[in-house]
């Protein structure tokens, strides 16, 4: 059944308010996810702040229309288009696609994505993917800032374990 005139005006006040939320955005062709996979990733999406979402491309074009993003048609992706939102880190939905398209047999697959407010291609979102996501660099970060104060310990435990042999040394000896 057609949506009303009402219907569309929410939806793409919905759109807009999502698209000026995001950090980042994936676009994915879906045609052979059947429901309970589409469900399944949304559970997954949701997990990491962010929102799988549905609509005809001639509400997603308004919507981009009203957005800072330029220069951006969505009536040229092909097929059936899903956008997903990501609210908190940037790499997170391009990861969960990613890691769902391999279980999935390539049931799903990346058609383009915005980040920074502008127009990424397939092949750049799937790069996107590879990235570590900001929890593994930060941990990072702190490996690699701890690291010099651990060696800094671990010379100083190496110096009294090298006294208390030595003085056991002498000790045995007297």
Do not use: C, H, W
């Not at 062709?29 to 429901?35: A, I, R, S, Y």
């Not at 969960?96 to 999935?104: P, S």
């Amino acid at each position: 059944m057609p949506k009303t005139k009402e219907q569309k005006r929410t939806v793409l006040k919905e759109l807009t308010e999502k698209i000026a939320k995001a950090k980042s955005i994936v676009f994915t062709k879906f045609n052979g996810l059947e429901v309970k996979d589409n469900e399944e990733l949304r559970t997954k999406l949701r997990a990491e702040n962010s929102e799988y979402y549905v609509a005809k491309k001639t509400l997603l074009n308004i919507a981009f229309k009203d957005s800072l993003i330029k220069n951006l048609n969505i009536k040229d992706l092909p097929g059936q288009i899903a956008a997903i939102f990501g609210y908190e880190d940037e790499v997170a939905p391009a990861k969960i696609v990613d890691k769902f398209r391999k279980d999935k047999e390539d049931k799903i697959e990346f058609i383009g994505g915005i980040l920074e407010n502008k127009f990424i291609n397939a092949v750049q979102v799937s790069e996107l993917a590879k990235l570590p996501t900001k929890t593994e660099l930060y941990a990072k970060i702190v490996g690699s800032i701890n690291a010099p104060i651990s060696g800094l310990v671990n010379v100083f435990a190496g110096n009294l374990k090298n006294l208390v042999y030595v003085l056991k040394a002498i000790g045995d000896k007297k």
